[in-house]
């Protein structure tokens, strides 16, 4: 036998949380490819002559342009007033609407009765009756909070009806096999089960809640992020048009992030 023995190399284990971050930067980068062509592309088109920049200005000037709002204040002015209406709303309809929703899916009785009305109005755009909300509310506030109300109670409550429904006969079954009573059964079957599909529902209304209030902020506001792209438009300050239009989207992508972690904190609660 030798002296000299022949060593392995050693294996260096990544750890799990480099692996983690790594990750995390791999997927933040695939996903930022597309919005940053289009922002390139935004940039690149109408200095080439593409693209009217009377327009559509190149990206970096309404980029300025909406610095220069954010810097006077007059853009958190907007923003404020329009996440004010956006969130009362939205909070209102989701209150009235999961119980409701609850209520109609699990006794047929309720359902039996409301459903006729319910179908008369779901198939009624929020817009399309906006002018009703005007003249029976006025051009205030509680005639755009109605609105919003309106247009978000519709995708949670045809949600949360159709979670309840379409929870697994067999955990009902066995659960009723158990001794649960209809309340537990409910409490702790039912309801968990059908969490995923409402908060299908409030992700879609926190989406609503956003467009529905640019355009009813377009009739009669005096503050609010629709009120300065129609501003805007009408004194032909188009980069500080695109500049809300930027605003807006930033708020809805933000709102739907949250939604999201909220799921994800309720679909925890469910396993457990």
């Excluded at 300025?64 to 007059?74: F, I, K, P, Q």
């Excluded at 309840?164 to 409490?187: E, N």
């Amino acid at each position: 036998m030798s002296s000299s023995t022949l060593v392995a190399p050693k294996t260096v284990a990544v750890p799990v949380q480099a692996r983690r971050i790594a990750r995390f930067f791999g997927n933040a980068i695939t996903r930022s490819v597309a919005i940053l062509a289009l922002a390139l592309i935004w940039e690149i088109f109408p200095r080439l002559g593409v693209v009217d920049s009377t327009f559509l200005p190149p990206l970096s000037e309404v980029l300025v342009a909406w610095w220069d709002l954010a810097r006077s204040g007059e853009l958190w002015e907007h923003t404020q007033a329009s996440l004010t209406r956006s969130l009362v709303g939205f909070a209102l309809a989701i209150v009235v609407s999961i119980p409701l929703g609850l209520l109609i899916g699990w006794y047929k009785p309720v359902a039996n009765l409301l459903t006729p009305l319910l179908e008369v109005f779901r198939n009624t755009a929020a817009l399309a009756i906006l002018p009703v909300f005007v003249l029976i509310l006025g051009l205030g506030e509680t005639s755009k909070i109605a609105i919003i109300l309106y247009a978000c109670a519709w995708p949670i409550l045809l949600n949360t009806v159709s979670g309840v429904r379409t929870v697994d006969p067999l955990l009902i079954k066995s659960a009723r096999s158990l001794g649960l009573g209809p309340l537990s059964l409910f409490q702790k079957v039912v309801l968990p089960a059908a969490v995923p599909t409402i908060f299908t529902g409030i992700r879609l209304a926190g989406a609503y809640s956003i467009l529905i209030l640019i355009a009813a902020e377009m009739v009669g506001a005096k503050a609010g992020l629709g009120y300065l792209i129609n501003y805007a438009q009408y004194n032909f300050a188009v980069p500080d048009m695109y500049a809300g239009i930027i605003t807006i989207s930033g708020i809805g992508l933000i709102v739907n992030q949250l939604l999201i972690l909220t799921e994800r904190h309720f679909s925890t609660w469910r396993t457990n």
